[in-house]
């Protein structure tokens, strides 16, 4: 597990969150830690390094 910092497309907090470096691409949706709205995340790692991050807001 690895700890990536960013910022929410919602309220620009800074927030973090643990990723799996195990698995070689993710796509998955959480919740912001700050005010609860729902984030996409996309994530790859090659050979257990961050090679892409990117987080979305999802319209409601």
Not at 6 to 30: A, G, K, N, R
């Given at each position: ?24 691409h993710q796509t ?33």
């Amino acid at each position: 597990m690895e700890e990536h910092f960013f910022q929410c497309p919602y309220c620009w907090e800074e927030i973090s969150m643990l990723l799996d470096t195990s698995v070689s691409h993710q796509t998955y949706v959480e919740d912001c830690e700050v005010c609860c709205n729902p984030m996409e995340l996309s994530v790859n790692y090659d050979n257990a390094v961050l090679s892409q991050f990117s987080v979305a807001s999802i319209e409601q």
